[in-house]
């Protein structure tokens, strides 16, 4: 396991919670762009499904991975510039995935996830973190194991919990 992102940051905007989470990514903005929107892509590392690719402003059917009983969510592409922007609704909450050029064909990628309850911050970072570890692999060439839902327990998102409960600040127990 990676260790945790350095940096995460969790702010408030007006009624609601932003938890911003940076990882540099060895691949070029357009490849990272296709794994965060092509459908066939986002299931390899992220914690959903979708119906189509993420590329236009509309609406996407969402399905959890890994967790059965969930129902499938609508969602919507909110805002899109190609290959830096993706902003879309998932259920109540907002993503917010920006991306910037870096020297030799790296990539800064900025989640910003807009949620409502506080003390969600931690559980939201290490599910995250464990996707972006997946997102990385998979952008490497690697077929990565699905490490979301009750799936994510065995590749560490209980101390990555943790991890991030001291560094937002958050006791939950």
């Given at each position: 396991m990676r260790s945790p992102i350095e940096n995460p940051k969790l702010m408030q905007e007006q009624e609601d919670?932003?938890?911003?989470?940076e990882r540099v990514l060895n691949h070029p903005p357009e490849k990272v762009w296709d794994a965060l929107t092509r459908a066939d892509q986002?299931?390899?590392w992220g914690p959903f499904s979708t119906?189509?690719?993420?590329?236009?402003?509309?609406?996407?059917r969402l399905k959890h991975i890994n967790t059965?009983?969930?129902?499938?969510?609508?969602?919507?592409?909110?805002?899109v510039n190609a290959p830096y922007?993706?902003?879309?609704?998932?259920?109540?909450?907002?993503l917010r995935w920006e991306l910037a050029a870096l020297d030799r064909g790296k990539t800064t990628l900025v989640l910003r996830h807009r949620f409502a309850e506080r003390k969600q911050a931690p559980s939201y970072a290490a599910g995250w973190h464990l996707c972006l570890d997946?997102?990385?692999g998979t952008l490497a060439g690697e077929q990565m194991p699905s490490m979301v839902g009750e799936e994510a327990l065995k590749y560490g998102w209980q101390e990555l919990y943790e991890v991030y409960e001291e560094k937002l600040g958050i006791r939950t127990k």
């Amino acid at each position: 396991m990676r260790s945790p992102i350095e940096n995460p940051k969790l702010m408030q905007e007006q009624e609601d919670w932003v938890l911003v989470l940076e990882r540099v990514l060895n691949h070029p903005p357009e490849k990272v762009w296709d794994a965060l929107t092509r459908a066939d892509q986002v299931s390899k590392w992220g914690p959903f499904s979708t119906d189509k690719d993420l590329t236009e402003v509309g609406p996407v059917r969402l399905k959890h991975i890994n967790t059965p009983e969930a129902e499938e969510m609508e969602g919507y592409v909110l805002e899109v510039n190609a290959p830096y922007l993706l902003v879309f609704r998932w259920g109540a909450d907002i993503l917010r995935w920006e991306l910037a050029a870096l020297d030799r064909g790296k990539t800064t990628l900025v989640l910003r996830h807009r949620f409502a309850e506080r003390k969600q911050a931690p559980s939201y970072a290490a599910g995250w973190h464990l996707c972006l570890d997946g997102l990385a692999g998979t952008l490497a060439g690697e077929q990565m194991p699905s490490m979301v839902g009750e799936e994510a327990l065995k590749y560490g998102w209980q101390e990555l919990y943790e991890v991030y409960e001291e560094k937002l600040g958050i006791r939950t127990k």
